[in-house]
C-alpha cells in the first residue's frame, strides 16, 4: 500500500502546481447541462447516480485491443481475463460475481442465461464502439433482473452520414487483426456496417485463438410513425482455451457462435413517449475439457427470445413510465437441463443434444421521476415472474440535490434479484455436480456520495454497502471433494469509489485521472472453498496520463495497482488434493502513442511495460511485455 499511497502524493501534487495555469472558461460544462440529457439514449439517469460513460476519444487513446481491456480503466470493475485480446473474460462489479452484471449493446439485454462467461461474446469489433455506459451497483428496477451489481451498455455507430474506415494491426505472438467499417445515409435513413477478424497463436501453449465478427445497424427515422433501429450480428470464435476453467485440464479447447437480431422503436407524441424492443439472440457452444477426447466434449445451444415495451407521461409530476418485459430463455445441451430424447445438434459433425431446459420471464415496472428547483427524485418497483421461482419484486428509489450549478450530492436504496444459470442449476463434470434446488440471489444496496463538475476537473466520490442473500457459489468443503453449486447464507460488501479527472489549457499535458476502489467482504470462508464469490479486487488504483509529444504526436498512459483478496487452488493434477495459495499484488504499466492525422491513424502499444507476473485467476499467467501496431484509415 505505500506504493499506492505514493501514486496518490505525485497526483495532488501535479494536481496544486498545474491548477493555477489552467483558465476557468476552458471545458465549461455544469452540471445543470446533465439534466437536459440525462434521460435521453443512456442507460440510467446520471441524476441520482454516477453513471461512467467511456466515449469514442477516450477508447481512442487507450491501449486496448477490446472491450474487456477498455473496461478495466474503470473505478470499481474488475475485469478477469483468462486469455488476450477478447478471447475469454468475466466481469466484476463492485465485488459481485461475474453472473451478475447484465449486458447490453445498444439498450438489448444479450446477457447470456446459461453463463456469465459469455457476456462478453459481444458481435462487433472494438472499433465499432462510439461509447460505453457503465453502472455500478443495483439497476434491477429499470433494467430488469440480473442487474444485479450493475449493467454495461455498448453503444455503437458512427454519426457521420458517409464514412469509410479500415484497420490493421499487428503485434507479439503472431497477432493480426483486420477490420473495415462504414456508414451511408441521410438525416432519416443511416446504416452502419462492419465485418472484423483477428488471431493469433498465442502467448503460452494452446492459447491460440481466432475471432471474426460482422455487425450492421440501421436507423430509420419516419414523420409520424417514430424511429425504427434494426441490428444484425454475427461472431465465430475459437480458442484455445489452456487450464482456463481448471488448471488440471491444459487441453481445453472452446468454439462459439453468436447470433444477433434486434429492432428498437421509440415514438414521441405530445406528452407521451413510446419505446418498444423485440430480440432474439443464439448462442452455440462447443466445450472440449480435453481437445483429444471428442467423446467428453459439451454441447449447448441457446436461444433467447424477448420483447419489451414502455410508454411514459410528462407532468407536473414528473415523468411515469410503466412497462413490460418478456423474456424466454431456452437451452439444448448434452449436460444441461433435464433428459430428453437425442437429437442432432446443428453445426457439429459429431455433437448430440439429451438435455434442455426452458424458462419465461414475465416482468412489469412502474418507475416515477420528478425535477424540483434544486431536487431530483427517482422511484419504482418492478415483478418478475417465473414459474420456477414464482414472483420476484424488487425496487428502489435515486434523490439527488444540488448544491449548485458544479456540486451534486446523492443517494440511493436499491434491491435486486438475480436468477441461477443454466450452468448453476445443471452442469456436472470431473471436477463438478451441480444443485438444481438453487434458490433466486437477493440484495438491498445502500450508496451515498458527490458528484463536482467544474470547468477544468470533476470528481466522483461513493460510498455504498451492499447486503445479499442466497449468493450462489462453486464451493467444496475440503481440498478433495468437487465443487459444488450452492447459496451461501449472506455475503455483505462495504467499499467506496474514487474517481478524479484534471484538463489542462496550454500545456503538453492534456489530462490526468485517478481512481481508487477499496472494497471488503466480510463472509469468511473458514468452513469451504470458495471458486467465485469470495476471491475479489481488494485494492485497485488506476492513474491515466495523457500529453503531446510532438504536433500530431501523442502519448497515453495507464498504471494501476491491482491487490486480490481470496485464495486459488493451485493444483494442476487431476485428482489430487487441492494446494491453497494467496493472490499477490502486482503493478501494470500500458502505452499507446498516436500519430493523428485527418486521413489516417498510426499507433503503437505497449502493454504490461514493467513485465510484470500475474493471473487474474490464480494460476491462469497473463502474458509479459507484449507490442502492437497499427493503422486506421479514415476515407471519408
Not at 418497483?381 to 419484486?393: D, K, R
Not at 448453476?424 to 437477493?442: F, M, R, S
Not at 454497502?465 to 447464507?489: C, G, H
Not at 488434493?577 to 502513442?593: A, K
Request: hydrophobic share 40%.
Amino acid at each position: 500500500m505505500k506504493k499506492t499511497f505514493i501514486l496518490f502524493s505525485i497526483f495532488l501534487i501535479t494536481f496544486q502546481s498545474v491548477r493555477s495555469q489552467v483558465k476557468s472558461d476552458s471545458l465549461a460544462v455544469n452540471l445543470s447541462e446533465l439534466q437536459v440529457n440525462a434521460n435521453r439514449n443512456k442507460l440510467y439517469s446520471e441524476m441520482g447516480r454516477v453513471l461512467t460513460v467511456i466515449d469514442k476519444a477516450e477508447i481512442t487513446r487507450a491501449a486496448v485491443q477490446s472491450i474487456d481491456q477498455l473496461l478495466d480503466y474503470v473505478t470499481g470493475l474488475d475485469i478477469r481475463q483468462r486469455g488476450t485480446n477478447g478471447t475469454q473474460a468475466d466481469i466484476s462489479v463492485r465485488g459481485g460475481s461475474f453472473d451478475q452484471v447484465l449486458v447490453l449493446l445498444n439498450g438489448i439485454n444479450i446477457t447470456d442465461p446459461q453463463t456469465g462467461h459469455f457476456n462478453l461474446d459481444i458481435p462487433l469489433n472494438l472499433s465499432d464502439v462510439s461509447r460505453v455506459e457503465i453502472l455500478e451497483g443495483s439497476s434491477a428496477r429499470v433494467l430488469g433482473p440480473n442487474a444485479f451489481s450493475g449493467a454495461i451498455n455498448i453503444v455503437t455507430g458512427d454519426d457521420k452520414k458517409h464514412a469509410l474506415n479500415a484497420e490493421l494491426t499487428g503485434g507479439s505472438y503472431n497477432y493480426f487483426a483486420q477490420s473495415v467499417s462504414g456508414s451511408l445515409g441521410s438525416d432519416r435513413f443511416h446504416t452502419f456496417a462492419s465485418i472484423s477478424h483477428k488471431s493469433s497463436s498465442g502467448y503460452i501453449s494452446n492459447t491460440d485463438f481466432d475471432l471474426s465478427s460482422a455487425y450492421l445497424q440501421s436507423t430509420f427515422i419516419t414523420k409520424n410513425a417514430g424511429k425504427f433501429n434494426l441490428q444484425l450480428a454475427a461472431q465465430l470464435k475459437a480458442f484455445g482455451a489452456s487450464g482456463f476453467y481448471s488448471l488440471a485440464f491444459p487441453r481445453q479447447y472452446e468454439n462459439s457462435k453468436t447470433f444477433l437480431t434486434a429492432l428498437n422503436w421509440t415514438m414521441n407524441k405530445g406528452k407521451f413517449e413510446y419505446t418498444a424492443q423485440a430480440y432474439w439472440r443464439q448462442h452455440h457452444d462447443r466445450f472440449e475439457l480435453d481437445f483429444t477426447k471428442p467423446a467428453a466434449w459439451n454441447y449447448h445451444l441457446t436461444d433467447v427470445l424477448g420483447g419489451k415495451a414502455s410508454v411514459a407521461y410528462l407532468s407536473k409530476l414528473g415523468k411515469t413510465t410503466l412497462g413490460i418485459d418478456m423474456r424466454n430463455e431456452h437451452i439444448f445441451s448434452n449436460v444441461l437441463g433435464t433428459k430428453i430424447d437425442s437429437m442432432r445438434a446443428p453445426m457439429e459433425t459429431n455433437g448430440f443434444f439429451t438435455h434442455e431446459a426452458n424458462r419465461l420471464l414475465s416482468t412489469g415496472y412502474v418507475d416515477q421521476t420528478l425535477n424540483l428547483n434544486r431536487w431530483y427524485l427517482s422511484l419504482g418497483v418492478a415483478s418478475t415472474y417465473t414459474s420456477s421461482y414464482g414472483l420476484n419484486t424488487f425496487g428502489g428509489f435515486d434523490v439527488a440535490y444540488s448544491l449548485n450549478d458544479h456540486v451534486r450530492v446523492f443517494a440511493d436504496a436499491n434491491t435486486a434479484v438475480r436468477l441461477p444459470t443454466f450452468t448453476d442449476l445443471y452442469y456436472i463434470g470431473p471436477q463438478h455436480t451441480a444443485n438444481p434446488d438453487l434458490k433466486p440471489e437477493h440484495s438491498q444496496t445502500l450508496e451515498a456520495g458527490t458528484k463536482i463538475l467544474q470547468s477544468s476537473w470533476k470528481l466522483d466520490v461513493v460510498g455504498y454497502y451492499r447486503m445479499a442473500q442466497n449468493v450462489i457459489d462453486w464451493v467444496k468443503p475440503t481440498p478433495t471433494a468437487v465443487w459444488n453449486s450452492e447459496n451461501l447464507t449472506s455475503i455483505n460488501a462495504l467499499g467506496t469509489d474514487i474517481s478524479a479527472e484534471y484538463y489542462f489549457q496550454h500545456c503538453f499535458v492534456h489530462k490526468i485521472g485517478l481512481s481508487y476502489s477499496y472494497l471488503q467482504l466480510d463472509k469468511s470462508a473458514s468452513t469451504f472453498i470458495s471458486k467465485y464469490a469470495l476471491d475479489y479486487l481488494k485494492h485497485k488504483v488506476v492513474m491515466t496520463v495523457d500529453h503531446s509529444v510532438w504536433r500530431s504526436l501523442s502519448v497515453s498512459w495507464k498504471v494501476a495497482y491491482l491487490d486480490r483478496a481470496g485464495t486459488y487452488d493451485a493444483n494442476k493434477v487431476y485428482g489430487a488434493p487441492s494446494i491453497i495459495q494467496n493472490f499477490t499484488p502486482y503493478f501494470m504499466l500500458d502505452g499507446r502513442i498516436s500519430w493523428i492525422q485527418k486521413k489516417f491513424d498510426v499507433y503503437a502499444d505497449v502493454n504490461n511495460i514493467l513485465n510484470a507476473s500475474y493471473a487474474d485467476y490464480g494460476g491462469l499467467t497473463q502474458p509479459g511485455t507484449n507490442v502492437n501496431v497499427g493503422i486506421r484509415l479514415k476515407l471519408n
